[in-house]
């Protein structure tokens, strides 16, 4: 009776650990770019039709990518998902990021994804101007409608944008600049020189200058659209624009972390966002108040037209 007893212990006991042994595996660690509340959206269903668990943290593009580097030795995560793809080049580049070869990757054309299977995009999105219209209203001043407005002195001080050090978004407006004035550094740089003087805050994360402006904190932020429209459905008193000389957009990406611990559940995650239902959720939420916006304008910067008064 005993050596029957002992045996029934052993073997619940193999059974539960078994069992946690399996919990475990389906429990996933991420790096999130999406802005919170639609990673939120996106990994609740994601959790509810697979059961799998995602701890996950918010960071900026910049952030998350100067975290995956620090982390290269011993990897806390196993995908980052969400962040301007450029700074998943520069993962892939230096060599923080694996190859996967999703089979619902197909349905994404060539170029929104790397040729080497490093990094997906999920969407695209727009670079703008959002305004608050009651702010420029009480201040007196005309909504900008160009580059060129963002820099004439009657903007100092009422315009945020984010950090270079810390966003994508930022670094996405640098390259932006560089590429109108037909990739001349020296023209670009003088240029941001002018717009930080009507600064007032660089802010950690690219969404941020939008809901800065929502609130009244600032006049004018830069940032994606697709954040903007979010807060315009909300009610908030905003209008965007698109500049007139043209505007950068980026591919939001999303990469498995070389290493990480979770490889083979973090796949799971990678197919389920290029799936149908991951898609609907993405677009209800960021890109259908875009539907029918035009961009306009394709022409280069004149830089005597820009800096005008104010040439360096």
């Not at 940032?223 to 000389?245: N, R, T, W």
């Not at 973090?266 to 290029?274: I, S």
Request: proline share 5%; charged share 20%; with cysteine.
């Amino acid at each position: 009776m005993k050596k029957f007893s002992y045996a029934l212990v052993i073997i619940l006991v193999c059974v539960l650990v078994f069992s946690l042994s399996g919990l475990t595996a389906e429990r996933l660690t991420a790096y999130v770019s999406l802005d919170e509340e639609i990673a939120r959206a996106v990994l609740s269903a994601f959790q509810k039709q697979t059961g799998i668990q995602v701890d996950w943290v918010r960071l900026s593009t910049g952030e998350a990518a100067a975290r995956i580097e620090a982390e290269k030795q011993n990897p806390q995560a196993s995908i980052w998902l969400g962040g301007v793809g450029l700074n998943h080049i520069e993962a892939k580049n230096n060599g923080l990021t694996t190859p996967y070869t999703s089979p619902n990757a197909k349905n994404v054309p060539p170029q929104f994804k790397d040729p080497d299977n490093y990094w997906c995009g999920l969407y695209a999105g727009a670079l703008c101007f959002v305004y608050n219209t009651e702010i420029l209203k009480e201040l007196n001043l005309p909504a900008p409608k160009s580059w060129a407005d963002l820099i004439k002195p009657i903007y100092k001080g009422h315009i945020q944008m984010a950090s270079p050090q810390t966003s994508g978004t930022a670094y996405n407006v640098i390259t932006t600049i560089v590429f109108l004035y037909n990739r001349n550094e020296t023209l670009a740089f003088e240029y941001l020189k002018e717009l930080d003087k009507n600064i007032s805050q660089y802010t950690k994360s690219g969404s941020a200058p939008g809901r800065a402006a929502a609130i009244g904190e600032t006049a004018i932020g830069l940032g994606y659209s697709h954040d903007q429209v979010k807060l315009i459905a909300q009610g908030y008193p905003l209008e965007i624009a698109f500049p007139q000389e043209g505007t950068g957009f980026e591919v939001a990406s999303m990469s498995l972390i070389k290493g990480g611990p979770q490889l083979e559940t973090a796949k799971k995650l990678y197919d389920w966002m290029l799936t149908d239902e991951a898609a609907k959720i993405l677009a209800d939420n960021y890109l259908s108040g875009l539907i029918g916006h035009p961009l306009v304008g394709k022409k280069r910067f004149d830089h005597q037209n820009i800096i005008g008064d104010h040439q360096l």
